[in-house]
C-alpha cells in the first residue's frame, strides 16, 4: 500500500503566512490526502488561510480558541487521529514555516511505513555556513547534553520532522510538556519504552534567518533543560545527605578511631546517602518502573566499590596535602560521581531490550 495512504500529515500552526499555502501545494502535488492542520490560537487576519487550507487542499482542521504551545498541539493531534484515521501506520508532523521540503516529509513517511516500530527524525546539517547561529549552536548543545546526561545520540535534537508510529502515540498524549520542550521529552519517552530511532537527512531550510519560527533561544532553552534538572536534584539531595553524615562522623570518630575514623565515616555516610540516592535514581532518574532486583545488587556493588575508591582517596590525598578532609572528599566525590553516572545509565538500571 503507498505510504500517502497509511500516514497523516500533523501541521501545528500559529499566525501562518503564504508559506502554509506553498507548503500545502507542495504536499499536494506529492500526493498525500490525509493532512492535519492545527490552528493553535492563531489571529483574526490569518483565518482566511486556515479556511483555504480546508476548502482547496481538503485539509481537516483542529482549533484552539488560545494559543496552548506546540506540544499541546501535537498530542491533541495524536488523540484525533487515533480517533478518526485509527487504519494509520502513524502520522509525520510537519512545521507550518516551509522549512520542510515536500521530498523530505515524502521521505520520512516512507521511513515510518518500512519501519512502524521507530520514532522517524528528520535530521538537518547544522555545519553549514547558512545556519543561524542560535539554531547551530543550540543544537550542539543540546546533542551534548542529551548524549551525557541520557545516552541518547541523534543529530538533530529539535528538528520538527517527525515520523511517529500509531502505537506510541496513546504514551506521547500523556507526557508532560505543552510547548518545545515537548519534543525532546518524546525522545526521552522513546528510549524509556526502547523505541529505536531512525533518522533520515533532509535539507536544512531557513527562511528569512528563520525568523517567523516560534522557538525563543531563552526561553525555550529553560524549558528544555528543565527536563535535566532532576538529574542533578537527586544528586545533590544524597550528596546532601552523604556529606552531612561524613562530617558529623568525623567531629565523633576522630578521637576514639585514630586512623580508622575517615574510612569509618566514609562507609557509614555511604549507606544513609545510597539508600536515598538508588530510590530516587531508579524512580525519578532513570525512570526505572517496577520490581528489578538486579538493578539492586549492581547498586550495592558500584556502591562498595565507589566507597573505597571515595575512602582510598580522601586518606592519600589527606596525607600528601592536609586539607580540610570535607574540602577533600567534595572533590574526590565529585570526580567519581562524574565516572558513576554512566555506569547507572548504561549498565545498573539499564533493563535489556525486549
Known amino acids: 500500500m503507498d505510504c500517502r495512504d497509511q500516514i497523516a500529515l500533523?501541521?501545528?500552526?500559529?499566525?501562518?503566512?503564504?508559506?502554509?499555502i506553498r507548503l500545502l501545494e507542495g504536499l499536494r502535488d506529492e500526493g498525500f490526502r490525509r493532512i492535519l492542520l492545527?490552528?493553535?490560537?492563531?489571529?483574526?487576519?490569518?483565518?482566511p488561510l486556515f479556511e483555504q487550507a480546508e476548502q482547496e487542499f481538503g485539509c481537516r482542521l483542529l482549533v484552539h480558541p488560545v494559543n496552548l504551545g506546540k506540544g499541546r498541539a501535537l498530542k491533541d493531534a495524536f488523540a484525533w487521529i487515533r480517533r478518526e484515521w485509527p487504519d494509520c501506520e502513524g502520522a509525520v508532523t510537519v512545521d507550518a514555516d516551509g522549512q520542510h521540503l515536500p521530498k523530505d516529509i515524502r521521505a520520512c513517511a516512507e521511513m515510518l511505513c518500512t519501519h512502524p516500530d521507530c520514532l522517524v527524525l528528520g535530521c538537518r546539517d547544522f555545519s553549514a555556513e547558512h545556519i543561524p547561529p542560535r539554531s547551530r549552536y543550540g543544537n550542539?548543545?543540546?546533542?551534548?547534553?542529551?548524549?551525557m546526561l541520557c545516552g541518547i545520540s541523534v543529530s538533530d535534537t529539535q528538528t520538527g520532522l517527525r515520523g511517529i508510529p500509531l502505537s506510541l502515540m496513546p504514551?506521547?498524549?500523556?507526557?508532560?510538556?505543552?510547548?518545545?520542550?515537548?519534543?525532546?521529552n518524546m525522545l526521552l519517552e522513546a528510549q524509556e519504552k526502547q523505541i529505536p530511532l531512525a533518522e533520515v537527512p533532509i535539507d536544512t531550510v531557513y527562511i528569512e534567518e528563520n525568523r517567523t519560527s516560534h522557538f525563543h533561544p531563552l526561553r525555550d532553552s529553560l524549558r528544555i533543560y528543565a527536563v535535566f534538572a532532576k538529574f542533578l536534584l537527586s544528586s545533590l539531595l544524597s550528596f546532601l545527605v552523604d556529606?552531612?553524615?561524613f562530617s558529623l562522623l568525623v567531629f565523633l570518630l576522630e578521637r576514639p578511631l585514630p586512623g580508622l575514623y575517615i574510612p569509618a565515616a566514609t562507609g557509614a555516610a555511604r549507606v544513609l546517602s545510597a539508600g536515598t540516592n538508588f530510590l530516587l535514581n531508579k524512580h525519578g532518574v532513570f525512570r526505572d518502573r517496577g520490581p528489578n532486583p538486579a538493578a539492586v545488587w549492581k547498586y550495592l556493588a558500584l556502591c562498595v566499590i565507589q566507597a573505597g575508591l571515595s575512602a582510598l582517596g580522601v586518606s592519600l590525598l589527606f596525607a600528601l596535602t592536609h586539607w580540610n578532609e570535607t574540602l577533600i572528599k567534595l572533590l574526590v566525590d565529585t570526580l567519581l560521581f562524574l565516572i558513576s553516572f554512566p555506569i547507572q545509565r548504561e549498565w545498573v538500571f539499564k533493563r535489556k531490550n525486549k
Open 10 to 20: 500533523i501541521i501545528p500552526s500559529l499566525n501562518p503566512d503564504e508559506k502554509l
Open 38 to 47: 492545527v490552528n493553535d490560537g492563531s489571529s483574526e487576519d490569518t483565518l
Open 140 to 147: 550542539r548543545l543540546t546533542r551534548v547534553v542529551l548524549r
Open 171 to 184: 504514551a506521547l498524549e500523556k507526557l508532560p510538556g505543552e510547548r518545545f520542550e515537548f519534543e525532546l
Open 243 to 245: 556529606m552531612g553524615a
